[in-house]
């Protein structure tokens, strides 16, 4: 695996969601929310995948070594209505 591979797709912890990073195959996907530190955006889209959204978070950016960036949780394209009325219940 090269380093852009390696960039693309940072894990911060064991077993974690995937932060895809720089990955040209999300810029379709809307963006429900931002976060700012990762063990946020992974609860939410725990959220999401129990709900059955196909749901992924993205960076331009790795995160520093705290887990911590500019962090979207994004939507597969036409499940922006129904993901958000689904974070509504969460929040």
């Known amino acids: 695996m090269g380093l852009l591979d390696r960039l693309r797709r940072h894990r911060v912890g064991s077993g974690s969601a ?3 990073v720089d990955d040209p195959a999300y810029d379709d996907w809307p963006v429900l929310r931002d976060f700012g530190e990762i063990s946020a955006a992974r609860a939410w889209l725990q959220h999401l ?8 978070l ?4 790795p995160l520093d070594r705290f887990g911590r960036g ?7 394209p036409g499940q922006w209505s129904e993901a958000e009325e689904a974070l ?4």
């Open 18 to 20: 995937a932060i895809h």
């Open 88 to 91: 509504g219940d969460f929040e």
């Open 70 to 76: 500019d962090i979207a949780l994004r939507v597969a």
């Open 58 to 61: 993205t960076s331009d950016w």
């Open 49 to 56: 995948d129990e709900a059955g959204f196909e749901a992924a």
